[in-house]
């Protein structure tokens, strides 16, 4: 069981807009530590997606976004594309286990 | 641009040592103040943190896997390393390499990857 808590799976048509959502407690995300956000098409390494709870890195569509709220994290995707099918995966770090700790992963499905 | 490869076995028996590199190219291990850490993936699976180090060699590792897990670097090959003793098959996994970001913390975010490895435990 992961110590971050994400949805196994969400849906959406395209052009629609969807919401990942990634709990956490006040030993993580909570402990005002960042969440960073991953998208990993099967097969292929991790990407970076989102760093420090709100920031794309260079070359990420300005579709993604992140955002930060007590315990928990969220990334919403806009205009969803055949392409954004792919399985999402968050980050951060705990404190009381002094760790990096990773959600268990969301497998985005484009209908 | 900075790139990281992993390197090693694919195939390591029950209650061995798996040993895995990640050698780094594009910019030196000792002169970049970043973590640099270890990731694994069981098939099927999500991603698990093993442990990260420091270019001075200090290290931090997960609290699950602490007692059979070492990391170390070699900054005259730019590389860093990954023991894993005693392993059995539920260590099978694609194992990647990572930068962490910023400089210095261990709590940033992985970037980049490398490509990934797969280690299978099997007699």
């Known amino acids: 069981q992961s110590v971050l808590t994400q949805p196994p799976s969400v849906s959406g048509a395209p052009g629609q807009r969807v919401t990942i959502s990634c709990t956490g407690s006040?030993?993580?995300?909570?402990?005002?530590?960042?969440v960073h956000w991953f998208q990993q098409v099967p097969g292929t390494a991790p990407k970076l997606l989102i760093y420090?709870?709100?920031n794309r890195p260079s070359g990420v569509p300005d579709r993604f976004s992140g955002s930060k709220s007590g315990t928990s994290a969220s990334l919403a995707i806009t205009g969803l594309q055949a392409e954004d099918e792919a399985d999402y995966y968050c980050?951060?770090?705990?404190?009381?286990?002094?760790?990096?700790?990773f959600g268990g992963g969301t497998k985005l499905t484009v209908l | 641009q900075l790139q990281l490869q992993e390197s090693g076995p694919g195939l390591v028996k029950p209650s061995e040592t798996l040993s895995l590199t990640c050698t780094v190219s594009?910019?030196?291990?000792?002169?970049?103040?970043?973590?640099w850490g270890w990731i694994r993936q069981p098939p099927g699976k999500g991603l698990e943190w093993i442990g990260s180090?420091?270019?001075?060699?200090?290290?931090y590792y997960s609290p699950f896997l602490k007692s059979r897990v070492s990391i170390f670097v070699d900054t005259s090959k730019n590389q860093f390393s990954l023991n894993l003793r005693f392993v059995t098959a539920a260590d099978t996994a694609v194992y990647y390499c990572?930068?962490?970001?910023?400089?210095?913390?261990?709590?940033?975010?992985?970037?980049?990857w490398g490509q990934g490895t797969l280690v299978t435990v099997s007699s």
């Open positions: 594009g910019g030196s291990i000792s002169s970049s103040p970043y973590y």
């Open positions: 420090g709870s709100i």
């Open positions: 990572a930068r962490h970001g910023p400089e210095g913390v261990v709590a940033g975010w992985l970037d980049p």
């Open positions: 006040s030993s993580n995300i909570g402990a005002t530590y960042d």
């Open positions: 980050q951060s770090y705990d404190i009381s286990l002094s760790a990096v700790v």
């Open positions: 180090i420091y270019n001075s060699g200090r290290t």
